[in-house]
């Protein structure tokens, strides 16, 4: 029997050597020569795959030809080719056993496919780490050196000499981590032909495109794993981030909405949802949000900055009213009627620069050396005409930073409002020249 069996698989070998030089062979022939062949001890896949190959250029609709030559190129880890012939598998009526089994190899190399996407993405955290270990001691790099070189001859047009660099401003790290993310988004692509009902990789897709600056993707990525998944907390910041750095700001306000619907003391959310209100010119809607984030956190530095250039803002569209205003006067010094709404409007845009210094002043406790609410709070001093307070702020900002020409010519201001003739043409001149 054993003898018999071998004659026997020689035989259709042979038959389908000579018969694919001269005529079409009946599907059966084809079907069961790759069985056959499948079921050697060494089988001979490629050999496989190329009758299959023909078998299904000759019977395009054999759902039974589709999936044998995607399950060989499953065996192969020809995974976007098995994903093709599956798929022609699929259209073509598969049925029974065969389906099952179809589905069985999609979802095993799903996950092989994701983990393989994830290992090349997080490779880009361990070059990371190397770099900044071998920044700071560069002795640490001969312990780095063989494990980049090695993530390296993965990307043949990533060939270099890694033992002959001196320096970590040497190291190719840039291109090197494209590539790692390139692939991964390969991979996690490839995971969406495999299945397209699973949310994972279009979020892990859209982070990897987000780095590569490949914006629209990343916004259609994120936007297919929240309609696939719309309640899940990570799946909504990330689609969020997307909108908002893509300047969608309705789009992202409805998703804010659903985060707030689940966690609606999210500060990182309320603040910017602020932002974008601002951007749409919303203001009384973005000050009261901005209030509600510093009662729920009084640390919150960024809302209190942002609140207080708020407050600004409000003193200079004052301004273009006073303005106006005193050319209206000019023509009509005793319209009685200007003249109080002159004095309310002053009145007004002082309530603004104390609401502001307060506010910027309230960062600085949380952060004492933020240069620029050092400079919005002189600058809030000077309007409210205190300059010994504004003298005080203005001169720590010079001395940590000499090269900030707003800063010198507001002290200027602040010198001369003391009498401190010298001090302010000093300070003139250094705005000036800078």
């Not at 995607?70 to 389906?99: N, P, S, T, W």
């Not at 603040?271 to 949000?289: H, V, Y």
């Amino acid at each position: 029997m054993r003898s018999f069996k071998v004659a026997l698989i020689l035989f259709f070998l042979f038959m389908v050597g000579a018969c694919s030089q001269a005529q079409q062979m009946s599907k059966d022939v084809y079907k069961t020569s790759a069985k056959i062949e499948l079921k050697l001890k060494n089988p001979d896949y490629d050999r496989v795959i190329d009758l299959l190959e023909k078998a299904k250029t000759d019977y395009p609709d054999d759902p039974e030809i589709c999936f044998l030559l995607g399950k060989v190129y499953g065996i192969k880890h020809r995974v976007k080719d098995m994903v093709g012939a599956f798929a022609q598998a699929d259209k073509a009526g598969l049925k029974g056993k065969e389906k099952e089994e179809m589905k069985e190899l999609m979802s095993d190399a799903f996950t092989t496919t994701f983990n393989q996407a994830v290992d090349f993405a997080k490779q880009v955290n361990t070059i990371d780490r190397y770099a900044e270990e071998a920044s700071s001691d560069w002795s640490k790099y001969k312990v780095y050196c063989d494990s980049l070189e090695k993530i390296a001859s993965r990307f043949p047009d990533s060939a270099y000499n890694w033992k002959a660099c001196t320096s970590a401003e040497q190291l190719p790290l840039a291109p090197l981590k494209q590539h790692l993310y390139e692939k991964a988004l390969e991979l996690y692509e490839l995971n969406m032909q495999l299945d397209s009902t699973r949310y994972e990789p279009f979020v892990n897709a859209g982070f990897v495109a987000s780095k590569l600056n490949q914006t629209d993707k990343a916004l259609t990525y994120f936007k297919k794993a929240y309609e696939l998944k719309p309640d899940d907390l990570d799946v909504l910041g990330n689609y969020f981030a997307a909108l908002l750095n893509n300047k969608k700001y309705e789009e992202a306000l409805k998703v804010s909405d659903a985060i707030l619907k689940i966690n609606p003391d999210n500060v990182n959310i309320l603040f910017n949802r602020a932002i974008i209100l601002e951007n749409l010119g919303r203001e009384q809607e973005t000050l009261d949000l901005y209030n509600k984030i510093v009662e729920k956190d009084s640390n919150t530095k960024d809302a209190f900055f942002n609140r207080g250039l708020w407050y600004l803002n409000q003193t200079g569209k004052i301004a273009k009213q006073l303005i106006t205003l005193r050319d209206s006067m000019e023509n009509n010094p005793k319209a009685q009627a200007l003249i109080e709404r002159s004095s309310n409007l002053i009145e007004e845009q002082k309530s603004f620069f104390n609401k502001a210094g307060s506010d910027f002043s309230r960062v600085l406790q949380l952060s004492p050396n933020d240069q620029e609410a050092m400079r919005f709070l002189g600058y809030c001093y000077l309007n409210e005409e205190k300059p010994e307070k504004a003298i005080e702020v203005l001169e720590k900002l010079v001395q940590n930073k000499p090269d900030d020409k707003e800063a010198w010519g507001y002290l200027s201001i602040a010198y001369a409002k003391k009498g401190m003739i010298d001090k302010a043409k000093e300070a003139e001149k250094k705005s000036q020249e800078l």
